[in-house]
């Protein structure tokens, strides 16, 4: 049997005879503490979840020590500008050991293993075979002849105008500006 239950304002999953290091507690070494925010319980049959706690469920352990984490190391610095900063942080902890699950009295909302298609009713069947028989409508295409394109030359960059002079038999364009090349190739 495990829990998901929230303790210091944070989320842990937990299972009995469990040790766990969370945030510090104010609470005595050797006192029990009860924790009331239960989400999720799962006895190996059954996983009830809470909206957004399980009502009546319960998550009793026992504080083993107070102490405080590894230490973390800190360090800025901003290269060419002589910035150094070095400092460290050690987190206060609190050791617990989970002694007991309680899911009695609980209102959950339980998982579905797996949900059975639903049936098509009488009028869904009835609406599904007059769907089946529409019949797309024919669309009439035109064959129309292809008109001669009349080129926009001043809208054309200066290669493409060259290419178009060059295809022309144009001679001398290699010296010609944009406004010289749309009149040769326009004749």
Do not use: C, W
Request: hydrophobic share 40%; glycine share 6%; charged share 35%.
């Amino acid at each position: 049997m495990y829990a998901i239950v929230e303790i210091a304002g944070q989320q842990f999953k937990v299972v009995q005879d469990q040790k766990l290091f969370v945030h510090r507690l104010t609470d005595k070494e050797g006192s029990k503490v009860s924790f009331d925010k239960v989400f999720l319980l799962d006895d190996g049959k059954k996983v009830s979840i809470g909206a957004p706690a399980i009502t009546g469920a319960s998550v009793e352990a026992k504080v083993v020590s107070h102490l405080k984490g590894d230490k973390v190391i800190v360090f800025k610095k901003k290269r060419r500008k002589g910035y150094r900063v070095k400092n460290g942080h050690r987190q206060a902890l609190t050791e617990l050991v989970i002694e007991k699950i309680q899911a009695t009295g609980s209102k959950s909302k339980k998982v579905a293993e797996s949900s059975a298609p639903k049936k098509e009713t009488k009028a869904a069947a009835k609406v599904a075979p007059a769907a089946k028989k529409e019949v797309p409508k024919k669309t009439v295409t035109k064959k129309v002849a292809p008109k001669a394109e009349k080129k926009e030359y001043t809208s054309m960059t200066v290669a493409q105008l060259k290419a178009e002079a060059k295809a022309k038999g144009v001679e001398g364009i290699s010296s010609m500006k944009k406004a010289d090349l749309v009149a040769a190739v326009s004749k």
